[in-house]
């Protein structure tokens, strides 16, 4: 990646970081900031901003991970069931506060890494993990916690159901500072790991059998960007709920800019999509304000159009 294309997009996700800081049902003019305005910043917007940027870096990246281990543009990482599993232990958690006085994001994080290990232990064969095998267990398992996510719906009266629609429309609203270092902790573990890996990474989207004669092993590999794209989506989904189409979208835009190295577009994909989901949240606090519109259905609403615009653009007959 060039110089001035990096240059280009650091500013942009500074000025787009920026704009969500200052933007809500109260603007705040970064060039007479008062004391009142400093506390909501600290206190309300400061918060939501990092844990937005978090959860979308980690998406992004994710996503870009996924969509070269399994050698499909429309793979994301929501198509391996972590979501459904988050969801599930999340609700669960909700709508039993009471009884089950845990931290939603310890249960939401917890879910999704039970979901990881049962798919990963689906996908296992003897040459390591195969893509086939992980894509149709991820779907499995995701249509399975949906089921069951229904079911625990249908069955709750409280208010902790309205709570968990929330929270599974993917609201910022209960972000907090207590929520960024662990989130953050993890989301660069897994990204520094499949830095570390982005050469096995390119070769696993030429095949496996290139990727055999370029001297890595398939399966080692792609056991690594699993766990590496796995930590980092759970770790999404445990700080502020489930967010769609940031880990699907992203990368397809990233790699018309940076192109499909991963060792460029794997950190572009986390900037962007952090990005992105942090002018959602901006977006979901301005538009309807007083009112507030959960970022994650601001993000499909923006992703899903430019989505389509993408594909049409690059010929997939649409």
């Keep these: 990646m060039s110089p001035a294309k990096t240059t280009v997009l650091i500013l942009a996700v500074l000025l787009a970081t920026l704009l969500s800081v200052l933007s809500g049902p109260r603007f705040i003019n970064p060039l007479h900031i008062t004391p009142e305005d400093w506390q ?26 996924l969509q070269g281990v399994f050698r499909n543009p429309l793979a994301d990482p929501y198509v ?20 089950l006085p845990l931290p939603v ?10 979901t990881c290990a049962a798919v990963a232990a689906l996908g296992r064969s003897p040459q390591g993990l195969r893509p086939d095998r992980l894509l149709l267990g991820g779907i499995g398992m995701g249509f399975f916690f949906s089921a069951l996510l229904l079911l625990v719906m249908t069955v709750s009266s409280n208010d902790g159901l309205k709570r968990a629609i929330l929270w599974m429309s993917g609201d910022l609203s209960m972000a907090d500072w207590g929520l960024v270092p662990a989130g953050a902790v993890l989301i660069a573990a897994g990204l520094t790991l499949a830095l ?21 092993s398939p399966g080692t ?12 989506t759970a770790a999404a989904i445990s700080l502020g709920g489930t967010v769609g189409f ?15 190295d991963a060792r460029f577009s794997v950190p572009a994909a986390a900037l962007v999509g952090g ?15 007083p009112l507030e519109i959960p ?5 499909a609403l923006i992703g899903a159009p430019c989505f389509l615009i993408i594909l049409r653009k690059k010929g997939y007959g649409l």
């Design 105 to 114: 994001p310890i249960l939401a994080f917890a879910g999704a890494l039970l």
């Design 275 to 289: 990005a992105l989901l942090c002018l959602a949240d901006g977006a979901g606090r301005t538009l309807a304000a």
């Design 196 to 216: 570390i890996r982005a050469k096995g990474l390119n070769a696993l989207t030429l095949g496996d059998e290139i990727a055999h004669g370029l001297g890595f």
């Design 295 to 299: 970022a994650g259905v601001i993000a």
């Design 40 to 65: 909501i910043l600290v206190a309300l917007r400061l918060p939501r901003v990092f844990v937005a940027f978090l959860m979308g870096a980690a998406l992004g990246a994710s996503g870009a991970i």
């Design 80 to 99: 391996l069931g972590i979501s459904s599993g988050a969801a599930l232990a999340a609700a669960f958690g909700l709508m039993t506060a009471t009884a």
């Design 246 to 260: 940031i880990g699907l979208l992203v990368p397809h835009a990233v790699r018309h800019w940076v192109g499909s």
């Design 221 to 232: 590999e792609r056991l690594l960007l699993f766990i590496a794209a796995s930590l980092m």
